[in-house]
């Protein structure tokens, strides 16, 4: 009889995602997201709902990465990375080019929670803006979100934009930026003796 790892040892790899992946991203993020539903005040709650199917559905844009957490018994985590040029939908149902790399849609189903999979996703996106020579990783979260935002302030982003600060259901959001730092260049080698 089969049973499942121990949810204090699972083993998982993070990887980027297959067309055949599509299906469980959604169920995921569906899952993560769900607990925010009756919290999301009204007014932009079809809106969320709308973009993050739209997204979940462009499966076939280069501007964007869907990487993944998969242990034994299938993906428990996603991020979107989505690259500058990306054209995605915004909560007012306008569409948004970016400027700048963001990371979107982290989700970590209920069951894998606090095992540190978010963290991780969040350092391959920082890594990924890294290798496309961005200065910053953007990510925007809603009052709602606290694990996004304490996972946020944990590693280091820095508030940009309070909710509040923009009119209409865009006013949910808050924005975090993450400096790049470039990655240590290796020591030179001594002059041989």
Not at 111 to 129: F, K, Y
Not at 168 to 185: F, K, N, Q, W
């Amino acid at each position: 009889m089969s049973t499942l790892p121990s949810h204090t040892s699972p083993r998982f790899r993070f990887r980027l995602a297959a067309a055949y992946d599509w299906g469980d991203i959604a169920t995921v993020t569906q899952q993560a997201y769900g607990q925010y539903e009756l919290e999301i005040m009204e007014d932009c709650r079809a809106s969320f709902q709308r973009g993050m199917q739209s997204v979940l559905a462009a499966k076939d844009n280069p501007d964007m990465e869907w990487w993944v957490a998969e242990g034994d018994h299938g993906i428990s985590g996603a991020v979107l990375f989505c690259h500058p040029g990306a054209t995605l939908p915004a909560l007012d149902d306008s569409t948004i080019t970016l400027t700048q790399p963001e990371a979107r849609l982290l989700s970590v189903s209920p069951q894998a929670r606090g095992l540190g999979l978010g963290h991780t996703l969040m350092q391959i996106c920082i890594q990924r803006a890294r290798d496309i020579g961005s200065p910053t990783l953007v990510v925007r979260t809603m009052p709602e979100m606290d694990s996004a935002n304490r996972l946020c302030q944990q590693m280091g982003f820095q508030k940009r934009t309070e909710a509040g600060a923009r009119s209409g259901s865009m006013g949910r959001l808050i924005d975090y930026t993450y400096a790049i730092t470039p990655e240590e260049a290796p020591a030179p080698a001594p002059p041989p003796a």
